[in-house]
């Protein structure tokens, strides 16, 4: 990629916010990402597949990718080795936790019960008013969606950004830091409804002040709206590529 492009990253107030002040610990999984791309695209396949299992520790986001890098192999033993490889290197990690205690306990409850800036959910839950139902079903939209990224002919990196952001779309959680997934693959992906989200998640932080005057924490629908119909409307345009946009604001590649 051009050197310009990782402006994109570097000039983010997001990773600035969430992880030199907050010091969460998705500043750690980041670089396991981009450096397991820099080596599957080098070719260092097993090296790769081995920090995508390191990033899973910190998110389990990776594990939307194992299916693109499954597909994008042709000869059936490297496609078992993109599945088996990612997975031991997780698994390992917690084999000394296994027998004396649950070290997924936390992370079921918080799967479970929590919910935050997720619009869709949101839309879902106002409907339901059931948890678990909403929950179901986005997962099941967010299957649904994930399918034609991955049987698409679309080039590995526009696989990943689109897989990870439909994630975001379709979550029932989506904290601010967990939108800086997003915002380190936009120097590779260079996708205006990236750039936008990455921007518009900023707003979330009313909620923030709004619980340290008032003890009340909520979701706020103009919020919500503010940060993801612009997202969505882009999100369709670069999915259908679509030259509308492109008349109307100038191209983000040369």
Known sequence: IAQKYLLLYVLCPLPIFQFAIDAHLDGFGLPLLIFSLFFYLDNKKILSMILLGFSLSIKPIGLLLIPIFFLNERNIVDRI?????PLI???AQFIFYIFS???FEALFIFTKNWYFNGFVFKLLNAVFSNNQTSRLICGILLALSLIPVYLSKRELIEKIYFAVLFLMIFSP??????ITWIAVLLPFAQKRSGIYFVAASSLTAITIFNYQLSGIWKDYWFVLIIEYVPLLFLLFLELTKTTFINKLLPSTKE
């Open 81 to 85: 080795r993109m599945v088996l490889i």
């Open 89 to 91: 290197a997780f698994f």
């Open 101 to 103: 205690t649950n070290p």
């Open 173 to 178: 959680v989506v904290h601010p830091w967990y």
